[in-house]
């Protein structure tokens, strides 16, 4: 619905809106309209953002965590006590928690809610309002905080813009983010703020019968279709994890990835375990050597280019002024009858529809150079990094988060073979691929390699020859007599797991994991609300 102003501007033009001309100008004079519009609401901002600009903070009262300098009202300083709860949201998520588990470990803890502790100060928008349950944490609090760059020591501005037509709220994109640096005292730290964001933007956390989300999930790659590994704890009725590739599935669809890409976790976990005790090791042995060596892995990695992207954004923005000038002349060419109405509507439609899309694909650019200069590595960092796990004796989900930017998992060389080796590929925070070249192989003699190679065929043999009898069913009788027995010993292993979990307070339900909150596991979300219990 058009509002307010449409009346009015066309009142100040002068139309007489009781005159037989009103029809042919309707839809002219929505274009007027909103132009006009358009340049008022620009002109408001451009005073609201000239505060901004100067890199003062523009909104009202700071986030949980701050408060206001009682000597300098444009200042923000740390507020203690708030400030070790935010503390705790970030390392709680690094140790593998959700914001729905973190917000039932403050209720439990009754830490007040931000609006309660604000309200406190005599601060926030709760001032007047009574708050019910001041231990009532919720997950978007909890997301919100999580996500906010002010916690850097950042300010930022204009995160969101009221559009000229509809007065709402919108989120502007991130690249139009006015960001000042440290304008105050930071609460987090920059590596632990950004391992929060990777985290939060990958993992989809929930329960899977344990309550937690396995310390992989998110970490793990397909290396033929790129998709994320999902995580199996139950079908075979072992307490065991498995990953398998999210795109796979039997049906074969075209779109699907053709094998499973299944992995053991506690393969993966040993690995990741065994790789950063070497690097650690490798550090602590000779750090001269390490340091060098983590420095010429950085280097190799060359910052990617990105003049082509400028030059186009500098192209498009170009353009886009000339837009905006070709809109005010037809406007102007209108106004003195030099263009009529329908030509007009033409011609604006068409400028504005161009310069649209050059703002979106200047949005996008801006994203994408973002992105990459965020990728940008660091050696001093990793360094950094190690340093503070010297004494590391066991791989914890916080170590996992903090070292390991992602795994990428190959498939089986032999599959349906137990002589088989997976390739894992590891990357590391801030430095990419890396393996120590303490940890390499060492180069083998002509005998050694002519042993692994007569070893290698062998298991190719014998591999050749199992799918062979598997073709021609030749071991069909015993191969059947085996799948059911194993088949027992799954439903066996099942049924006692079930019967374990209904006493932990944790049922399943035809495949799916069911987490009742009243026997004593409230720290986890329920995800499925069943209607009957199952029976046992
Ligand atoms: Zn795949």
């Known amino acids: 619905m058009r509002q307010n102003n449409v009346r009015l501007i066309a009142v100040n033009e002068g139309t007489d809106t009781g005159s037989g001309m009103e029809d042919d100008f309707l839809p002219f004079r929505d274009v007027i ?20 600009d100067s890199g003062k903070h523009v909104a009202s009262s700071p986030p949980y965590g701050y408060i206001k300098d009682p000597n300098d009202k444009n200042h923000w300083i740390v507020d203690e006590e708030a400030a070790e709860i935010v503390r705790r949201m970030f390392r709680l998520t690094l140790e593998g928690k959700g914001p729905y588990q973190i917000c039932k470990i403050f209720e439990s ?157 506690d393969d993966v976990m040993q690995i990741l375990s065994k790789t950063i005790k070497g690097i650690i090791d490798y550090a602590n042995f000779d750090r001269e050597a390490f340091v060098a060596e983590i420095e010429s892995v950085v280097g190799e990695q060359k910052e990617a280019d990105h003049s082509g992207a400028m030059l186009e954004i500098e192209t498009a923005e170009k353009r886009i002024d000339e837009l905006e000038t070709l809109i005010m002349k037809i406007y102007e060419d209108q106004a003195l009858g030099k263009l009529n109405v329908e030509r007009y509507t033409a011609l604006y439609n068409k400028y504005q529809e161009e310069q649209n899309s050059l703002k979106q694909r200047v949005r996008d650019l801006r994203v994408t150079i973002a992105d990459e200069k965020k990728e940008v590595r660091s050696a001093s960092k990793f360094i950094k990094l190690v340093d503070r796990y010297a004494d590391f004796t066991v791989l914890t989900p916080i170590m996992i988060n903090e070292f390991v930017d992602k795994v ?69 009788n015993y191969n059947k007599q085996v799948a059911r027995r194993r088949a027992q010993q799954r439903e066996d292993r099942r049924k006692t797991r079930r019967w374990e979990d209904i006493q932990a307070g944790i049922y399943h339900i035809a495949g799916t994991t069911v987490i009742n909150a009243k026997n004593g596991t409230e720290d986890a979300e329920p995800i499925l609300v069943s209607a009957s219990r199952p029976r046992a």
């Open 33 to 52: 309209n909103e132009y006009y519009a358009k340049d008022i609401s620009k002109k408001i901002r451009s005073t609201f953002k000239s505060k901004g």
């Open 408 to 476: 990428i998992v190959h498939e089986r060389d032999r599959k349906n073979s137990i002589q088989t080796t997976q390739k894992l590929e590891i990357y590391f925070n801030f430095i990419g691929e890396y393996k120590p070249s303490t940890m390499k192989e060492p180069e083998l003699t002509e005998e050694e390699k002519a042993e692994l190679a007569r070893k290698e065929a062998l298991k190719d043999k014998r591999h050749q020859q199992y799918m062979i009898r598997k073709a021609e069913g030749r071991d069909a």
């Open 109 to 265: 803890e009754k830490i007040e809610i931000p609006a309660v502790h604000q309200k406190k100060q005599g601060l926030g928008l709760w001032q007047n309002r009574e708050i019910k349950d001041p231990y009532r944490w919720t997950s978007s609090t909890i997301a919100g905080i999580l996500a906010k760059p002010e916690y850097l020591g950042h300010t930022v501005n204009f995160k969101t813009r009221k559009h000229f037509k509809d007065k709402k709220s919108h989120y502007v994109d991130k690249s139009e983010w006015q960001i000042f640096k440290n304008t105050q005292e930071p609460i987090v730290d920059q590596e632990t703020f950004d391992n929060v964001q990777r985290i939060r933007s990958r993992v989809k956390r929930y329960p899977d019968g344990w309550g937690e989300a396995h310390p992989l999930t998110g970490i793990l790659y397909c290396a033929d279709c790129g998709h994320t590994l999902y995580v199996h704890r139950v079908n075979n009725g072992k307490r065991e994890a498995y990953f398998t590739c999210g795109r796979y599935n039997k049906a074969k669809d075209t779109d699907r990835c053709a094998s499973p890409h299944r992995i053991k976790a």
